[in-house]
């Protein structure tokens, strides 16, 4: 069963541009979702995280806007560069720590200069 | 700055063999989770481990799949015998609190 389901698949964006990415959830009891970038040959690394109490976090050029009753979740990088070209991953999971996440399908982003 | 260590990072294997994976987790985390990613797909949770014992491998393939963190430090993971559908990227990973950190991965590729 997928409970977290990401779009789009692929995404392409000019130097400069917004890149946003959408996943959507069917457990409410996920309480935390991270986002995690992974470049090819490499492991996925932490970009930012939210919890279900705020709507919205922003770290330097990326933000994570969330909406508890319509269970959804996105991710916006502002002024994308060539080098956020990645593979990107929304999760979830329950409870604090030492609990398993639960990924999306991944969003290939290019960034063209 | 600490990282998840993994090895080998590519193994090449004929189906029917044996296969093993080690992960040496960050200092302190006593955490330790084993995913596997199949080429562009996310990865999803094979075991979890905290310390030594496991708390998690309800989607581990047991027939074939085994691992174990005997000191509650690195661990292991097995596959015997190996499957041309088991050829994946298996990501260690560990966490102290609430964020995982991944290794580089061993890239599996069964012939």
């Known amino acids: 069963q997928q409970q977290v389901k990401q779009s789009p698949q692929s995404l392409i964006v000019q130097k400069g541009g917004i890149s946003i990415i959408n996943c959507a959830y069917e457990?409410?009891?996920?309480?935390?979702f991270p986002w995690y970038q992974q470049f090819p040959g490499k492991g996925p690394a932490l970009l930012i995280a939210i919890r279900p109490d705020v709507s919205e976090k922003k770290e330097g050029r990326f933000t994570i806007s969330f909406n508890k009753s319509a269970k959804q979740f996105s991710l916006h990088i502002m002024d994308s560069q060539p080098g956020d070209s990645a593979t990107y991953f929304c999760?979830?999971?329950?409870?604090?720590?030492?609990?398993?996440?639960?990924f999306g399908e991944g969003t290939q982003l290019t960034v063209n200069p | 700055e600490a990282e998840v260590a993994q090895s080998p990072r590519y193994k090449i294997t004929e189906k029917s063999q044996a296969v093993a994976f080690w992960c040496d987790p960050i200092?302190?985390?006593?955490?330790l989770y084993w995913y596997r990613q199949i080429l562009g797909q996310g990865p999803e949770l094979l075991v979890q481990f905290q310390d030594e014992s496991v708390v998690d491998d309800s989607q581990l393939p047991k027939d074939r799949f085994s691992a174990e963190r005997l000191k509650g430090v690195d661990s292991t993971l097995k596959i015997q015998p190996a499957e041309l559908g088991d050829s994946a990227m298996y990501l260690c990973?560990?966490?102290?609190?609430?964020?995982?950190?991944f290794g580089p991965g061993t890239r599996l590729l069964v012939l």
């Open positions: 457990n409410t009891a996920f309480d935390y």
């Open positions: 990973a560990s966490s102290a609190q609430e964020t995982q950190y």
């Open positions: 200092s302190g985390h006593a955490t």
């Open positions: 999760a979830a999971s329950i409870g604090t720590s030492g609990s398993r996440l639960t």
